[in-house]
Antibody
Framework: QLQLQESGPGLVKPSETLSLTCTVS??????????WGWIRQPPGKGLELIGS???????YDNPSLKSRVTLSVDTSKNQFSLKLTSVTAADTAVYYC????????????WGQGALVSVSS | QSALTQPPTASGSPGQSVTISCTGT?????????VSWYQQFPGKAPKLMIH???KRPSGVPARFSGSKSGNTASLTISGLQAEDEADYYC??????????FGTGTKVTVL
């Protein structure tokens, strides 16, 4: 059973880079079946795709965030990561990692989420 | 990309049906059969309820169903139960090779 778990700092200073990691269990990060993605939810607000990437390198992107986002995979640790640069208070949110497959265009499953606050 | 439009709230008594709409454009909902619906309880991660417009993942009760007409998708909960009280979000694949989510609907069981 595929499971995801986010990890990373809960507090980031403005203008710095937010970095989160998602550890995958129950599937290989090298699998051709999956897109590994990040979605965020500001407090009290709705969901927003940050981006997803396939092991081959193809991606789904949010045009409004694309210039600040770097997605990567670490095959040795079976993890994938998010870096979001030049953060502001508007980037304060719960960040979820989630998976889509090549045969089902929906996010399932999701990690439990990680709250990241941007504050000095 | 603009969020898909959902009503902020919906409600019904136990046993009744409630339908939530999700309105987009021909570049997302109307142009692709890749609409999904998620249920979210406070402080919890979203859970997939419907994918590809009207397909239920294993374990999702049959009282949850999805449909689409033009640029609007809908989620119907038939035989509403107290445990269905939650926030619901739609999502669609887009022409920009991305995904957009809806604004969210809080379902209240009266």
């Amino acid at each position: 059973q595929l499971q995801l778990q986010e990890s990373g700092p809960g507090l980031v200073k403005p203008s710095e880079t937010l970095s989160l990691t998602c550890t995958v269990s129950g599937a290989s990060i090298r699998s051709s079946n999956y897109y590994w993605g990040w979605i965020r939810q500001p407090p009290g607000k709705g969901l927003e795709l940050i981006g997803s990437m396939h092991y081959s390198g193809s991606t789904y992107d949010n045009p409004s965030l694309k210039s600040r986002v770097t997605l990567s995979v670490d095959t040795s640790k079976n993890q994938f990561s998010l870096k979001l640069t030049s953060v502001t208070a508007a980037d304060t949110a719960v960040y979820y990692c989630a998976v889509t497959t090549v045969i089902m265009s929906a996010f399932d499953p999701w990690g439990q989420g990680a709250l990241v606050s941007v504050s000095s | 990309q603009s969020a898909l439009t959902q009503p902020p709230t919906a409600s019904g008594s136990p046993g009744q049906s409630v339908t939530i709409s999700c309105t987009g454009t021909s570049s997302d909902v109307g142009g692709h059969n890749f609409v999904s619906w998620y249920q979210q309880f406070p402080g919890k991660a979203p859970k997939l309820m419907i994918h590809d417009v009207n397909k239920r993942p294993s374990g999702v009760p049959a009282r949850f169903s999805g449909s689409k007409s033009g640029n609007t998708a809908s989620l119907t909960i038939s035989g509403l139960q107290a445990e269905d009280e939650a926030d619901y979000y739609c999502s669609s694949y887009t022409d920009n090779n991305s995904y957009v989510f809806g604004t969210g609907t809080k379902v209240t069981v009266l």
